[in-house]
DNA sequence: GCTCAGAATGAAAGAATCTTCCGATCCCGA
DNA sequence: TCGGGATCGGAAGATTCTTTCATTCTGAGC
């Protein structure tokens, strides 16, 4: 497994990187011992990589089936022209959507595909019939109701 | 915006549990002033949503093209037969694989969904050809590329 | 309306951690 | 070998965490 061969992150940022990613929260004398460097060290380090955009933010992950957002759903979007203006409305309007977790611009079948959670399958149809359907430009949608969530959200690995 | 029914989740939790979505290094101090209440308090409502589950980690957030993964690629896969068994191979298989951030089981046209992440696009195409294709019952897949990364991974609203 | 038991709360203090400072070390090019 | 800049780790003050404990809140039962 070849590693990032980006200069600026050595070894001991490699290994920060992927224990924050596994742990957020680890403290940063931990974090120090893990990866055999000092606490100052440490703590050095860890700032440069957030300041340096490595690291985007931390976040506590919450379990969505906790909070009424168990059922997830995929969306094809085919749009009705593809021009640059009509992208740009589709985008800007589901940016509004906040049920909408992922939107991805693609090549293939459709043009934009969705991964959107709710509470249950009712809960989208009203959503599907209020909001999706009517964003600027849908020719048409597909939904993949996901009935098995096997893996969802890995950490990244590098 | 009608707000979880949860009875074990009141106000302060539910507070408590945005601000932890949105900035998972928050201290409990500052978590403490922003939900209205103690640091003594804020502290044991913040051990009691992990430990029930509300919360099922922390983590940075790791920037993809900081790390060598800045092309995403969403794969829809059919396999032979539709029989549990077959279902199970492929998704212990899938599991495996590290690139996979995401695999749903769906109902529609497709068996499986998988959102990968991988360098480029040859890396993909090198990973499809011996990885992928060979994941056990695999009959088809079908590749959307990605072409611009509108939303991802947007935290949960709720 | 009253009482009481259990749960939840906040102030406070000791323990742990963070964060910065500073001198020492390392690295590399001249 | 030398010099200069970058990086490092020890140490200490500042901050934060985490527990304790007395008080307050809540609601069931009478």
């Given at each position: 497994m ?36 000092s ?78 959670r ?41």
């Amino acid at each position: 497994m070849k590693e990032s061969s980006d200069p600026d992150l050595n070894r001991i940022d490699l290994k920060m990187l992927r224990a924050l990613q596994r742990d957020g929260r680890i403290s940063n004398a931990d974090l120090a011992v893990e990866v055999g460097v000092s606490a100052a060290t440490c703590h050095r380090r860890t700032q440069q990589l957030v300041e340096a955009g490595y690291v985007s933010g931390f976040r506590a992950v919450v379990a969505p089936h906790k909070v009424e957002l168990g059922t997830l759903v995929l969306v094809g979007v085919v749009l009705d022209r593809s021009t640059p203006e009509s992208f740009a409305a589709f985008e800007s309007a589901v940016g509004k959507l906040k049920f909408v977790l992922d939107c991805h611009l693609v090549a293939g079948d459709f043009d934009y595909f969705l991964k959107i959670r709710v509470r249950d399958m009712a809960d989208f149809n009203r959503l599907h019939g209020t909001q999706l359907i009517g964003l600027p430009g849908v020719r048409q949608t597909r939904t993949f109701f996901v009935m098995k969530e096997v893996v969802d959200g890995r950490a990244l690995e590098f």
